[in-house]
């Protein structure tokens, strides 16, 4: 709205306004000085925004000469820290009611800790996430050895996985997001797998409070490929306990049995009537205790071969009421409950159950069961897969 003001008015102040902008005698001498203006009125003039006004921003902050810090916000309040060691998710924080954030994913406090990592916590895991049986694969009439970094069997990649590695980082400032994407070149030979690899992970956040990640890869030679993020979830914040109070539900009606190693015995079981069932929601720890050693298996999507992101799972806190939905291309999520955390120093303190991976992949030792879906990829193909992590929490 425009203030009309008469034009005798303008006059008047016209002559106020050259009457105060005539210097006197000493104002142009040397160490004359003009006024400043008293601290209270330019705060009155420019007041800050409100505390809870937040903007989708990118910083980045060098922890020393190889790690580098990146901070994604937007517009919530959601902000989520990453480090190019390992292309890894070190914070994910989200407001709560109190004015305060709060951290859901478990983390080493100091980044440099990452560079040993034995929980893989938020990294990316590769090639071959989850195992292979007695770290072994055939592939064009040819066996390949890999290192059985989890006894029998090879673990994420081997005793070097894409979790150790320095990737190159490239920032991402878009209209509706920000990110940031990694790249690292994996040699032909690396770990004992075949061809040199060329994987990009891209970190996305926008304004809906969803973590976007895009995988691409590219090889010279015929090899396996399984990727996925480590993160471990705990919706009442890192530290605040116990995670089986959680509930879940999985968009899932079968799950793969393994042996005591953790391999697939090959069948794909269905859920229904068993402590397997997340067809619903359930309290995690309600009948984590009639599966032996805990939840540590890879759940089939329902329709895991059509195309397109869906939805695969469901994480809520009843006492936090932060939930959080994961969409995936993927035709597989392993849950697993964090069995192993022992409270030492090596897993950053966290107690057993003190967080929930939910990874997306495909499905363990692939390379060695030919009726599971292909992890083979060839020179002339593209890898690619799309996982949403998706908040909802209290404003």
């Known amino acids: 709205m425009k203030l009309l003001v008469p034009v005798r008015h303008y006059l008047l102040i016209l ?23 008293p ?14 006004q937040f903007e989708m921003s990118l910083q980045r902050d060098p922890v020393d000469d190889e790690i580098t810090r990146y901070m994604l916000s937007n517009d919530k309040g959601m902000v989520v820290e990453l480090i190019n060691l390992g292309a890894t998710v070190t914070r994910v924080l989200l407001p709560s009611g109190n004015g305060e954030s709060v951290n859901v994913t478990l983390n080493f406090e100091d980044p440099t800790t990452y560079k040993m990592n034995p929980p893989y916590f938020g990294s990316i895991c590769g090639r071959y996430s989850n195992r292979i049986a007695q770290g072994k694969f055939s592939l064009n009439n040819q066996e390949y050895t890999l290192a059985t970094n989890n006894d029998p069997n090879h673990l994420h990649g081997g005793n070097e996985g894409f979790n150790k590695k320095i990737w190159i980082a490239e920032e991402i400032n878009e209209a509706d997001q920000v990110g940031v994407q990694f790249t690292y070149v994996s040699a032909d ?28 890869a590219t090889t010279d030679k015929e090899t396996v490929l ?3 993020n480590h993160c471990y979830w705990n919706l009442g914040g890192a530290g605040s306990g116990s995670i089986l109070n959680h509930e879940l539900n999985l968009n899932c009606s079968q799950y793969i049995p393994v042996d005591k190693t953790g391999i697939p015995t090959g069948e794909l079981a269905d859920v229904a009537e068993t402590p397997m069932d997340f067809t619903s929601f359930h309290t995690l ?29 469901t994480l809520r806190d009843p006492e936090s009421g932060r939930s959080m939905e994961i969409l995936t291309t993927e035709p597989g999520v392993q849950l697993y409950t964090g069995n192993f955390l022992d409270g030492s120093e ?49 404003k």
């Open 346 to 394: 090596n897993v950053g303190g966290y107690a057993k159950h003190g967080g929930i991976c939910l990874e997306c992949q495909h499905f363990p030792d692939s390379p060695n069961q030919p009726e599971f879906p292909s992890t083979t990829l060839a020179p002339q193909e593209v890898y690619q897969q799309t996982t949403i992590h998706r908040f909802k929490f209290a």
């Open 39 to 52: 601290d209270s009125e330019t705060k009155s003039e420019h007041t800050p925004p409100p505390e809870d």
């Open 189 to 216: 030979g690396e770990e004992g797998y075949p061809g040199t690899l060329t994987v990009k992970v891209k970190y996305l956040l926008n304004n809906d409070n969803e973590l976007k990640l895009e995988y691409t």
């Open 226 to 228: 399984n990727l996925t």
């Open 15 to 37: 002559v106020v306004l050259i009457l105060a902008g005539c210097p006197s005698p000493d104002d142009n001498q040397p160490g004359n000085l003009p006024s400043a203006t």
């Open 285 to 313: 720890g309600k009948r984590i205790e009639q599966v032996e050693g805990g939840y540590d298996h890879c759940y089939v999507r329902d329709n895991y071969d059509s195309e397109g992101v869906q939805l695969i799972a």
